[in-house]
């Protein structure tokens, strides 16, 4: 039963994507539960980098989500290795909607942001049956609506990745005070042209910190 747990029922999170002037910013908490009652990690990990300019957030069902970040790493790195240059993040967005969409039937029990940069910084948001919209600022799961709320009043189109990672990092730490399923922590990253950052624990605290 445990086993059948952990593969197949972790869900529940908050993730928060921002486009910048010079980069993305991804946010996601920390906990993942089975069911609203149980809470079954306190530390999982909910951005997973797929090359050194791009990156996912992922909200639903882990196992899932684990097998579309493999999909997506083996092709960014195939796609380096022929063409000689990382590939560019919209098409790494395009290959997740494909995939989504190819298994609609049997869907990924999952909804990602994928964001990097790339000459430019872009972010996209698809679902489960592959729709993909390019995006500004874009949360998803069980806190998302608690997340809009900071997003909505302090995301501003001009911002660098110092501001937004401030703003995402509000915004996910709102979602863990009224959200259920959100919790046990913030990971925040930024991709801009120095590449993927991964943001220090007193980082991420003093961001929160008024």
């Known amino acids: 039963m ?57 909200a639903g069902t882990v196992a899932d989500a684990q097998n579309m970040v493999d999909i997506l790493r083996y092709y960014a790195n195939t796609y380096r290795l022929q063409n000689k240059r990382p590939i560019p993040v919209k098409s790494c967005a395009r290959l997740a909607s494909n995939v989504f969409f190819a298994n609609r039937f049997y869907p990924y029990i999952i909804e990602i942001l994928v964001g990097g940069y790339d000459e430019k910084p872009d972010l996209y948001k698809i679902d489960l049956f592959g729709s993909i919209n390019k995006e500004s600022f874009v949360s998803t799961g069980s806190g998302s609506f608690v997340a809009y709320g900071i997003l909505e009043n302090e995301f501003k189109e001009d911002m660098r990745v110092d501001e937004g990672a401030k703003v995402a990092a509000r915004a996910i730490n709102a979602a863990i005070l009224r ?12 991709i801009d042209a120095n590449g993927y ?9 003093s961001m929160i910190i008024k």
């Open 2 to 58: 445990s086993n059948y747990v952990d593969a197949h029922k972790l869900h529940g999170t908050t993730t928060v994507g921002l486009q910048c002037k010079d980069g993305v910013v991804l946010a996601t908490d920390n906990r993942a539960t089975a069911g609203f009652l149980y809470i079954a990690h306190r530390n999982v990990k909910k951005i997973a980098k797929i090359d050194n300019h791009v990156a996912l957030t992922m």
């Open 197 to 205: 950052r991964e943001l220090s624990r007193e980082e991420k605290l």
């Open 179 to 190: 959200n259920a399923g959100t919790g046990d922590g913030i990971d925040v990253t930024i």
